[in-house]
């Protein structure tokens, strides 16, 4: 209510000043019709009543004149905080006229609103970008210039960069992938494939497109396809396994259980020639359900029970145990640990199976090389993910063996049963981290934790 008389008062006083102005002009008009006719005696009083008017309406409109610029810089004063982001900015409402009262009070309230909306705006960003860092697909927003209005760390990480602002970065990493971000359009679906420093990227690009401020933008979504085709992969042969060893092993016990005794029957009977003939039947059979018993490994992992350990402990004592299986190798292990109190969140027995078995691996390719050594590299990256590299300087695999070394059942060793790559690979993805083989002129696997 106290606002609404306040805007009576203002305006009675503007009605006030031009009614003023009106009688000043009339009066004025009237002088000067009438002087020197009836009013002849009379015009000096006339012209000083006019001047008065006059001169009290101007004084007013002054006064009013000046007001609106103050009230005008005032709005601009707030204008320009506000376009500088400082919320502070406060006019007084106590000990002022009722009209720098109500201006004062209207800037103060709007002052609160552009606030309140600045920090939903904020807290909205704030909201949206912890929901890019939580998907597992890579998110690049680009302009019509290729500059990089946003990017979450997944997109980071898949292109093997720690600072990505504008897409000519990517011609360090491949030319044509950074081709196909320039060039494409929202509706694309694209695939790039390219090898950073730590291992082979075969990406799936989709473009999407968004128009903000009256400026085109493009949504691009990076998923690595290797991953999803590896996780396929081994269900597939999971599932694979699980069917030809129940069968096999149904098939075969039998054999073997009935080979036994009639075995020990024939033997009463004293018959060579048959006993010789079912013990090879049974053995036989006993070393196939071994056989079979191996690959029923890979399709049998425990689930993953994690516990905290030591990562520099846990590496010594698997090159112990590596040594004692190789009590007379000459190869040379160098171990290296990032922070030395570096601390993995893993299950240690699991991990262990994984890590003796790259030990072992390379201690057979190092079998015959004089000058063998072993590096075993655990260090945190940018990311906070953890890394073990495991590296021997033996012959490189060629990269047509390379493709198909996590694929179970094969090998390349006479005697091997070839699921031992494939069993790691499966503990680290139920353990949700992975194991790559980098390529380069020695043989590095990486063990990655996220």
């Known amino acids: 209510m106290k606002i609404r008389l306040n805007d009576l008062k203002q305006s009675y006083a503007l009605w006030a000043t031009i009614s003023l102005f009106a009688a000043a002009l009339t009066a004025i008009t009237w002088t000067l019709v009438f002087t020197g006719r009836e009013l002849s005696d009379r015009p000096h009083a006339l012209t000083i009543l006019a001047g008065g008017l006059t001169l009290l309406t101007l004084f007013t409109l002054r006064k009013q004149i000046r007001l609106h610029r103050q009230h005008a810089h005032k709005v601009l004063f707030l204008l320009d905080a506000i376009a500088n982001h400082d919320y502070t900015v406060h006019f007084t409402e106590t000990d002022v006229p009722d009209n720098d009262r109500l201006i004062n009070q209207a800037l103060n309230r709007m002052t609160q609103i552009l606030y309140q909306i600045a920090t939903d705006t904020a807290q909205r960003e704030k909201y949206y970008e912890l929901i890019l860092e939580c998907v597992n697909t890579g998110i690049v927003v680009l302009n019509s210039k290729g500059a990089v209005y946003q990017k979450n760390s997944e997109a980071l ?143 049998h992992i425990p689930t993953p029970v994690p516990t905290l350990f030591f990562v520099k402990d846990f590496i010594e004592r698997m090159v112990q145990l590596a040594r004692h299986r190789y009590p007379d190798t000459s190869i040379a292990f160098h171990t290296s640990v990032t922070p030395d109190d570096l601390i993995l969140h893993a299950d240690e027995n699991l991990i262990a199976q994984v890590v003796t078995n790259l030990l072992l691996n390379a201690m057979q390719a190092l079998d015959q090389q004089a000058d063998g050594r072993i590096s075993i590299r655990a260090y945190c990256n940018e990311a906070e993910a953890i890394l073990i590299e495991v590296t021997n300087n033996g012959p490189c695999i060629p990269p047509e063996i390379a493709e198909h070394i996590f694929v179970p059942f094969f090998t390349t060793k006479e005697g091997g049963s070839g699921i031992g790559l494939s069993i790691s690979r499966q503990i680290m993805r139920l353990s949700g981290g992975s194991i790559t083989l980098l390529p380069g002129k020695e043989t590095t696997f990486i063990l990655k934790f996220d």
Request: charged letters at 25%.
């Open 157 to 299: 990480r898949l292109l093997g960069m720690e600072i990505f602002t504008h897409v000519k970065q990517i011609r360090n990493i491949d030319v044509h992938l950074m081709e196909l971000l320039e060039s494409c359009r929202p509706g694309d679906k694209l695939q790039a494939a390219f090898t950073n420093e730590r291992n082979s990227v075969n990406l799936s690009i989709r473009v999407s497109g968004i128009t903000i401020h009256q400026e085109p933008l493009r949504i691009v979504a990076l998923n690595d396809i290797n991953n999803e085709l590896d996780e396929k992969e081994i269900d597939s042969w999971m599932r694979l396994t699980r069917v030809l060893t129940h069968e096999i092993m149904n098939s075969v016990t039998p054999i073997t259980s009935l080979s036994d005794t009639l075995l020990h029957l024939v033997d009463e009977k004293k018959e060579n020639e048959i006993h010789q003939g079912l013990q090879t039947i049974s053995q036989t059979g006993k070393g196939l359900l071994a056989f079979v018993e191996s690959y029923r490994q890979f399709t």
